[in-house]
């Protein structure tokens, strides 16, 4: 039984602070609509009638049905689909691999995928994800919330404010870290790539980058010269609605001011060109002469203490495999062979599988921890295309829509009843933390223990760990441990090292910063960084600006919940109790909207509704609506899902068109 | 007296809400409960000398000087300790809720689930333990922080901006400010 659940103060990464969301883990471990048994669906698809079945008949089912959709239309016919990561992801993607199926996740290229593609085409290494704000004296913010999103972040940075940093927070909406902001940027939505090269263009012309660096680690740094050339900033300005003086006073502080670091998140990945965003912000890093500095951005340590992409198994992948994976021919980064990170199929491209057999049939789905119906832009879309599968199963905590129209539902762990080693570099880059089984609930099991079984009865159990112990000893491997003496430990910390690539270069095929890419030139594309329009846009898109005026920026959170999650939990929803649609006063008084006024919004997708908030914190032209409601107010309705960011094939959630309309 | 009083930096809050659930699952204050000892409220934004502003104010009980809700308890269920909290003696309270009204602040709860009143107590016991209360363990910004007068003095030069009770509510953009 748990009783608490409480921060650690022996904690050096959490400082004995813990968040809203993880104070209420007893809500969700003990919450009376846990899925507790297998089930398989006893009436007809998504009627709610459900007869609870043995693990044993679930697997049974499960390995039957994909057996004999595979015979039937071929191995590609069958799609793995994966939550947001929560510890175990890695080792589906293994699973997927060792099994030789394509898998899709909202997590991949709507989220995390781009801005780390970019960086590692730039950097070799994720260091932007790793701002130092024990030594910085700057910090810019960009695109995230991070007290409210990502909560140890959020806690280094208050720390480094109240020590006087300065923080220029880059949001169209005014948030809780904008709030904070010495400078706040508030940029029209999706043109986050024109404000870097801008910035660029700042620092480079006013001679404010470090010539050392540039001159010792940096290739292609004339060409990118040139490209900047086309961005100053009174052009940035009318791109961006950000005035010139405040893009100059921006790029002058974070360059002048050493150290300065970079704290990116979730916007980068929903933008227009994402990889040209997280490319030209890894620029910024580079030429300023903060990566793996003191209060810079640092490079991981993680991969000193365990073995961070060798246990997925890419190389167990055939060339036919590689050649069929939809969206490859379209997304290089994100579905073919060129990828930094997966490869992972294209979800818009999957769902067109699905719903027309082109370019060949995908029958079944196998999905562990996503409420998909949430998650992806075009609910309709998505909705349609998984009611019309032949077979769909899905492990989850909780009867999400999700589940609702699957065939069989398969109960999962939460954190606190499965064990892990949490090595990742969203927690900390110089720690490895344990998580300990603590408690049993009925008949749930943990993912690695599904996929594990499932892989058995498969018959590929060879290429899985045969046990979570042996799959834990695996990844500790580096330190030295075992995972029986980690339990002991519960933490392993390695202290950092500074400017590595000094004696190991940066993991490029240059060994240094590629500020020119040719990689990208030999996919088709800019080996340069530029500006794209987002796919709809006033200027890029005017006719459909006439009948859909506003911009629509979507994705943003709000603290008590996490993405399709918690808003079952009586405590935490009290809190945030209803959708939110910010509008400026200005544009509610010319639709006649009143604070508190539940507003319909409507895009060529279709339509959703939110209760009005009137604020100040928002650009007349834009709304601003938080994403992973459920129902009507799930602004996934909205969202395009076709037109993705280049490359990566991201749906640019952050920057399409609206309208908005008082309910009567 | 506590050795210790309540100082909530108003700069450093970021409406993360971990005081809230901190507080609810010390207390056992359950959804059904209806108790929100600890609320963290929201200024919405608004211009200040062409700056725009957005705040938030953890409230909860300031254990007031002289407290009011002890006028307004017809059976003197509620009296304020020699260590400052103002306390609520269960066995006599009858859930009247005439203090829950009479309250200045809102800081008094009728538990539905035990139909007493209740209401932060500086988790006294977590105290007397040598632990931190949970709101200022579990606070990200450093807005809550659980301080000595001496400490109190050094950080905020003596001048907060306002106490009430064992709370002092201060603001430290507006000292760095000042030190320049």
């Known amino acids: 039984m748990v009783v608490r659940v409480e921060g650690d103060t022996s904690s050096e990464v959490t400082q004995g602070t813990l968040c809203a969301k993880g104070l209420a883990s007893k809500e969700i471990l003990y919450h009376r609509e846990r899925l507790l048994h297998p089930m398989k669906r006893s009436g007809t698809r998504g009627e709610g009638k459900w007869q609870r079945i043995t693990w044993d008949e679930a697997f049974d089912t499960i390995v039957n049905h994909l057996r004999s959709i595979e015979e039937r239309y071929g191995s590609e016919s069958i799609v793995l689909a994966t939550g947001t990561n929560r510890g175990w992801v890695r080792y589906f993607t293994r699973f997927a691999n060792a099994y030789g199926k394509q898998w899709i996740g909202p997590g991949i290229a709507q989220c995390f995928y781009p801005r780390i593609s970019g960086q590692m085409l730039v950097l070799g290494t994720n260091a932007m994800e790793n701002p130092d704000y024990n030594a910085t004296r700057c910090m810019i913010i960009w695109g995230c919330n991070p007290t409210t999103t990502w909560p140890v972040k959020g806690l280094g940075i208050m720390e480094a404010w109240c020590r006087g940093a300065q923080m220029i927070v880059i949001d169209p909406f005014f948030s809780e870290a904008a709030s904070k902001a010495h400078l706040w940027l508030q940029l029209r939505p999706g043109t986050d790539a024109a404000l870097a090269l801008g910035m660029l263009h700042v620092i480079i012309t006013e001679r404010l980058y470090d010539e050392t660096f540039v001159d010792n680690w940096c290739i292609g740094f004339d060409e990118l010269v040139k490209r900047v050339e086309e961005y100053q900033p009174e052009r940035v300005e009318t791109i961006t609605w950000v005035p010139a003086s405040l893009i100059r006073e921006a790029a002058r502080l974070y360059a002048a001011i050493k150290p300065s670091s970079i704290t990116q998140c979730l916007s980068i990945d929903q933008n227009a060109d994402t990889i040209s965003t997280s490319r030209s912000i890894a620029m910024l890093a580079a030429i300023t002469g903060n990566i793996d500095v003191p209060g810079g951005n640092l490079i991981t340590m993680l991969t000193e203490m365990s073995p961070v992409s060798d246990e997925t198994g890419r190389q167990w992948l055939s060339r036919e495999h590689h050649e069929k994976r939809l969206g490859r021919a379209q997304y290089p980064l994100l579905a073919g062979e060129a990828c930094v990170m997966g490869p992972s199929a294209h979800n818009f491209t999957v769902w067109r599988a699905i719903l027309t057999g082109r370019p060949y049939p995908v029958r079944a789905v196998y999905c562990h921890g996503s409420n998909m119906l949430r998650t992806y832009a075009n609910t309709k879309m998505v909705t349609d295309a998984l009611t019309k599968l032949d077979f769909f199963v899905v492990a989850d905590l909780f009867p999400t829509e999700t589940a609702a129209i699957a065939d069989i539902v398969l109960p999962a762990a939460s954190w606190m009843e499965r064990s892990a080693v949490t090595r990742n570099e969203q927690t900390s880059i110089s720690h490895l933390h344990l998580q300990q089984k603590v408690v049993q609930r009925e008949e749930c099991r943990s993912d690695l223990s599904i996929l594990n079984e499932l892989a058995r009865r498969l018959g590929f159990a060879d290429r899985m760990f045969p046990g979570e112990e042996a799959y834990f000893d695996f990844l500790l491997q580096p330190s030295g441990l075992t995972f029986e003496e980690f339990k002991r430990l519960g933490v392993v910390s390695c202290p950092h090292v500074f400017r590595k690539y000094e004696s190991e270069g940066f993991h490029t095929p240059s060994g240094k910063v590629q500020l020119y890419d040719e990689r990208l030139t030999s996919l088709g594309y800019d080996p340069l960084p530029s500006y794209q329009e987002p796919s709809e846009s006033p200027i890029h898109t005017p006719e459909l600006a006439k009948e859909y005026p506003l911009i629509i920026t979507t994705g943003g959170r709000v603290p008590v919940f996490r993405h399709a999650e918690l808003r079952n939990i009586p405590v935490l929803r009290e809190i945030v109790p209803e959708l939110e649609a910010s509008i400026s006063p200005k544009t509610a008084r010319a639709l006649g909207i009143n604070n508190g006024d539940t507003v319909i919004v409507e895009s060529p997708r279709g339509g959703m509704e939110a209760k009005a908030r009137v604020t100040e914190g928002i650009d007349p032209r834009v709304i601003q609506v938080p994403s992973h409601w459920p129902g009507i107010n799930n602004v996934n309705l909205l969202m395009d899902n076709e037109k993705c960011a280049p490359m990566i094939g991201g749906a640019q959630l952050r920057c399409q068109l609206c309208r908005v309309k008082k309910r009567e | ?180």
């Open chain 2, 1 to 180: 007296m506590l050795q210790k009083v309540l100082l909530i930096d108003l700069d450093n809050c970021v409406r993360c809400y971990a005081c809230e659930l901190a507080c609810r699952q010390e207390h056992d204050l359950t959804y059904e409960t209806k108790s929100r000892w600890c609320k963290v409220m929201t200024i919405e934004p608004r211009w200040v000398n062409q700056e725009l502003h957005m705040d938030f104010v953890p409230v909860m009980c300031v254990q007031c000087d002289d407290p009011i809700c002890a006028y307004f308890c017809p059976v003197n269920a509620i009296s304020k300790g020699e260590d400052g909290i103002v306390a609520i003696d269960e066995e006599v309270c009858t859930g009247c809720r005439l203090c829950v009204h009479g309250c200045p602040y809102g800081a008094l709860f009728f538990n539905e689930m035990r139909g007493v009143i209740g209401k932060c107590d500086l988790c006294i016991n977590r105290v007397h333990s040598g632990i931190e209360p949970a709101c200022v363990q579990h606070c990200i910004g450093g807005a809550l922080q659980f301080v000595s007068h001496e400490e109190l003095n050094n950080i905020t030069l003596g001048e907060h901006i306002l106490r009430m009770g064992m709370v002092y509510y201060a603001s430290s953009k507006w000292k760095l400010r000042k030190l320049g």
